[in-house]
């Protein structure tokens, strides 16, 4: 009989750093985590405090971004050796409860080892909001992105010209119809923090991108009213390089299972040297999500797009510690989330 390998204080660190280095809308870390250590399994809640009410209010963008943090936290184990069984939203009887990841025992020889360059490209993935160089990327690289999504449950569609401008009109429209209201404007401006300070969630002043000077890409704008902080425009890659997240069904899980192939495709696309940013703004629409899908596909459910190429590295954006957003297992939580 095996004996069963305790999980000690310093894998947990370990773990935890990595599932907080996953990106999140706005970098609002929407996610609390919590270990029973009895049993070996960490559980990971949904934030309430830190959501968008306007931006995000049906919390599937807040799911994608536990997803992903799932994703990096299940890659991590691996990592260090252990086997991650994870089950999606475990307890009906508390919604709060988004995913737990029982460590189940060490991997053995039959098990696949996590890929070391994709470990690692969980320190170095940072968004871009710069220009690209317009660079092609190679059409393995787009397929290994595009597999992995489809690994993780997901989909990945790389459209062609016509697509890339049909997705970019819709991004633009709705970066306008955020422009035009002020209350979400002003959401997203709470999220932007001053240089210099501490809190360890929000996007600082310094990882904000500059507009295209041509007007192609329809960036966001977090600067809404405060034109000061906006800086000057600059010319963007004239053929953009985008891709199209979606899933074949729109529940709940299929929001985690999404966030967890957003996160794979994304250090699928670090690890090969690629830069990407994330397009969300007409997801925040009804009818510009629906419009996103792919024509002509009854069960096309879109998420997110993909911005991706070579370019600048982007600026990191700061992370709650893994020992600060751990709390010992108790007595279930009283978080709310929509059916």
């Known amino acids: 009989m095996r004996t069963q390998a305790v999980l000690d204080a310093a894998t947990v660190e370990s773990l935890l750093t990595a599932a907080v280095a996953a990106p999140s809308i706005h970098n609002t870390q929407p996610w609390r985590f919590r270990l029973d250590p009895g049993n070996q399994v960490l559980e990971v809640h949904s934030a309430p405090e830190r959501t968008l009410p306007l931006t995000d209010p049906m919390h599937r963008a807040q799911y994608l971004s536990v997803g992903a943090a799932v994703f990096n936290l299940r890659l991590a184990a691996v990592h260090q050796g252990w086997r991650p069984e994870v089950k999606l939203l475990p307890d009906p009887h508390e919604p ?203 069960r096309c459910h879109p998420h997110v797009l993909i911005r991706f190429g070579y370019g600048p590295d982007g600026v990191s954006t700061p992370r709650e510690s893994g020992h600060s957003v751990a709390r010992p297992a108790g007595p279930p939580a009283t978080d709310t989330e929509p059916g």
């Open 96 to 298: 709060g409860l988004l995913a737990a990841v029982r460590l189940t025992g060490p991997l053995g020889a039959e098990d696949q080892p996590s890929d070391p360059d994709l470990y690692e490209a969980i320190a170095r993935r940072h968004t871009s909001r710069m220009p690209f160089t317009g660079r092609p990327v190679p059409e393995p690289i787009v397929a290994e992105m595009a597999s992995a999504a489809h690994a993780a449950g997901a989909r990945l569609h790389v459209p062609d010209i016509a697509g890339t401008r049909r997705l970019l009109h819709l991004t633009a429209a709705a970066e306008a119809r955020n422009h035009a209201h002020p209350d979400r404007t002003a959401e997203t401006l709470t999220w932007i923090n001053a240089p210099g300070a501490s809190t360890p969630y929000g996007i600082p002043a310094t990882a904000l991108g500059p507009p295209d000077a041509a007007g192609r890409m329809p960036m966001r704008d977090f600067t809404g009213a405060l034109p000061a902080r906006r800086l000057p425009a600059l010319w963007f890659e004239r053929h953009v390089q985008l891709a199209l997240l979606w899933t074949p069904h729109d529940r709940r899980e299929d929001w985690l299972r999404a966030g967890q192939a957003l996160q794979y495709v994304l250090l699928t696309a670090t690890a090969h040297g690629l830069r990407t940013s994330l397009l969300h703004q007409a997801m925040e629409w009804p009818d510009l999500r629906i419009a996103t899908a792919l024509p002509r596909h009854k």
